[in-house]
């Protein structure tokens, strides 16, 4: 190592004897003409192009953005308080790019790559660039890979495909970041990478859920990219587009990854806060008319490629914060415009208690169905036809007493459902499990379970074919099929199961 | 932007004026000098911007304060800009003109920093090193920056030449960051 050191030395040595030369540097400079909000207008930089990183000097980098006729408008990544009037700013050359690779993993960082958890530094060689155009058709193949969320009603009726890009959206605290966060645990062991960027959101919010993530182990595949609420405006903007392009590296390995955009509605305000500082003309709620193409070309990187491009995928989850359960606001329409689908949740069955509060009727996934498993297609399409059902009989059945026996036990074979789909949070089911359960609701085997002791039956009942028939689940999730044999076979498993416990079934008597 | 191209047109306006009448410089020193005694007096500023004043007592108000200081051609520019309510762009208009009107004579301003002031021989050189390059004659101006501890800073329009002792130590800098 020391010989090489000075054979270097004495190479470079010989090159000044030779020819002696003073090195100057010749750089395209700027120079501030007003800063403020993040934002600089900078005259001179002739021959500077759009997204290209400016250097402000003092480890201060901009963006620029408007390329106007005598000046350049720049949003600045980092502390603007540090730029002065004159000051000179010199191009750098590079668009904006991040840090990819391997060694972000496990990690917590800002949109710039940088680590944000106390760990130490990142060391990346690997930069990609944080504008990219969308894999094109021919590099596509259609969805038909499930990614499982592990909730059940997710799994079964609105279910989401690798390169798929569905949508979460509700109120304020009605579970989405719940979702996103079930499904990143749910992935422990499995072989996808996950991705969360969370967009001016709460750092206490973070700090929690890197916790549980923690706790849950599924730190170990996952990326948080982190811009809090008190980051400037400009590192709001880029996260997503960040997150996207060290997703993107995954995907051009050939991995599957799950990205959380956590949220875009918040990510539309920072580009509105941009746009108007840059004196862009507003439109429609004074986003600015590109706001559509803001959201369009990130989500449109979302893809699942073809074998002889890799094979990787993106699966992208954004989340969009609605008003007072307003979805025809501007950002919400764009958003459900540009998805495959949407998860719909409403604060009015999260306080009722049905938890997770999906809106069964209202969300749907538009490329779903194709990406689920046989077993699990087979006992969904009858689940959401009972759920249907049962929410026009009960709307109807407020207004009468008398019912007949057969809508009698439709509805209790209803609010059965309804009591199976609710789940807690933290705690994602298998997808075998999930089969049987649902298997056992649609085919009438919970008819007789007392309502209030359906959780209790169903942990029993998943702990009794763990622990004295695990060949069923193990059939399932190998055949990924529910053949004759295999259904007698639940039946009969699920009727000796309830043998066992009597005391949750519907007494026999009381009934009468 | 259509702000600045109207403030072009009057810096325009005012270098073709000026060199057809061959009074450009006159004119020129008359408003640095107006310009910056209406910035040194805000009081001053204020009533010659305020809306509520009518535009004689306005005129009335410059010609007492700069009296025969001044020509008529520069008193016409002032009134004019007052009538349109420009004169707030006074310092861009002047900045404007004085680079429109190096361009007019196929000039090229060099802005070169330096820890002590260059001697003439050695503006000399710089110029004729420079327009080698640039093909393009060259004036100097020579801005003394102790920043930079040592040797020259070149700025020619939006490249820069850093020769200085500060950017040497500078990209070693960088380069033993890079290495690690």
């Known amino acids: 190592m020391v010989q090489k050191k000075d054979d270097y030395v004495i190479e470079a040595l010989k090159k000044q004897i030779n020819e002696f030369k003073e090195h100057v540097s010749v750089d395209t400079v700027g120079r501030v003409l007003e800063v403020g909000d993040g934002i600089a207008k900078i005259s001179g930089l002739s021959n500077v192009m759009y997204s290209e990183m400016l250097d402000f000097g003092s480890g201060v980098f901009g963006v620029a953005l408007n390329l106007e006729e005598d000046a350049v408008g720049a949003m600045i990544l980092g502390d603007w308080l540090k730029i002065k009037e004159g000051d000179v700013v010199k191009s750098t050359g590079r668009v904006l790019e991040v840090p990819v690779g391997e060694n972000l993993i496990g990690r917590v960082v800002n949109p710039l790559g940088e680590a944000m958890d106390g760990k130490g530094k990142i060391d990346s060689k690997i930069f990609y660039p944080v504008e990219k155009i969308a894999p094109g058709v021919i590099t596509r193949k259609s969805v038909n890979v499930p990614v499982q969320t592990g909730i059940k009603a997710v799994d079964s009726m609105i279910p989401i495909g690798r390169g798929q890009r569905e949508l979460i959206i509700g109120d304020r605290q009605t579970g989405k970041t719940a979702i996103a966060i079930d499904t990143i645990i749910n992935q422990k062991g499995k072989d996808l990478i996950c991705v969360y960027v969370a967009i001016a959101q709460k750092e206490s919010k973070i700090a929690k859920i890197v916790a549980k993530l923690e706790e849950a182990g599924a730190m170990d595949h996952t990326i948080i990219v982190l811009a809090g609420a008190s980051a400037p405006t400009s590192l709001n903007y880029i996260a997503p587009f960040a997150g996207c392009a060290m997703a993107e590296y995954f995907m051009d390995k050939g991995k599957d990854v799950l990205i959380v955009y956590d949220d875009l509605s918040k990510h539309a305000v920072a580009y509105r806060e941009i746009s108007l500082l840059l004196r862009r003309p507003p439109g429609r709620e004074a986003y600015p008319g590109d706001v559509f193409y803001l959201h369009s070309r990130l989500l449109e990187r979302s893809a699942r490629l073809d074998k002889e491009y890799g094979g990787g995928s993106i699966t992208a989850l954004p989340i969009i914060e609605t008003q007072a359960g307003d979805i025809s606001a501007y950002i919400p329409t764009n958003v459900i415009s540009i998805t495959d689908g949407q998860i719909f949740l409403e604060s009015d069955l999260f306080y009722q208690g049905i938890r997770p509060a999906i809106n069964v009727g209202l969300s749907v996934s538009r490329v779903g169905s194709s990406a689920q498993i046989k077993a699990m297609k087979k006992v969904a399409g009858k689940l959401r036809l009972e759920v249907a059902q049962y929410r026009e009989l009960a709307a109807f059945a407020q207004f009468g007493s008398d019912l007949d026996e057969s809508t009698k036990n439709q509805l209790e074979r209803g609010k059965r459902i309804v009591e199976i789909l609710k789940q807690g949070q933290y705690v994602p089911m298998a997808v075998e499990k999930q089969v049987v359960i649902l298997f056992a609701a649609i085919k009438g085997l919970l008819d007789n379970v007392d309502v209030s002791k359906l959780n209790e039956f169903e942990i029993g009942l998943h702990n009794y074919l763990e622990t004295t028939v695990p060949e069923i689940l193990k059939e399932i999730l190998e055949k990924k099929e529910i053949d004759e044999m295999l259904e007698a076979k639940i039946i009969k498993t699920i009727n000796e199961y309830k043998s066992t416990v009597e005391e949750l079934l519907v007494k026999a008597e009381a009934d009468v | ?180």
């Open chain 2, 1 to 180: 932007m259509s702000q600045t191209s109207t403030i072009k047109h009057y810096a325009t306006a005012l270098v073709e004026l000026g060199i057809e009448n061959q009074c450009y410089e006159a004119l020129v020193a008359d408003l640095v000098d107006v310009d910056s005694k209406i910035n040194e007096n805000l009081e001053f500023k204020k009533y010659l911007t305020d809306k509520h004043v009518t535009f004689t007592k306005k005129q009335e108000a410059l010609k007492n304060t700069f009296q025969d200081f001044i020509s008529d051609k520069t008193y016409n520019f002032l009134y004019l800009l007052i009538k349109d309510g420009k004169l707030l762009d006074l310092s861009s208009i002047l900045k404007i003109a004085a680079k429109t009107h190096l361009e007019s004579q196929d000039l090229f301003e060099v802005m070169v920093e330096s820890v002590i002031p260059l001697t003439v021989a050695q503006e000399k050189k710089i110029q004729e090193k420079l327009s080698q390059t640039i093909k393009q004659k060259l004036i100097t101006k020579n801005i003394i920056n102790p920043e930079i501890i040592g040797g020259l800073k070149i700025f020619l329009g939006d490249t820069e030449i850093d020769g200085s002792i500060r950017g040497k130590i500078l990209r070693l800098k960088k380069k033993i960051e890079d290495y690690e």
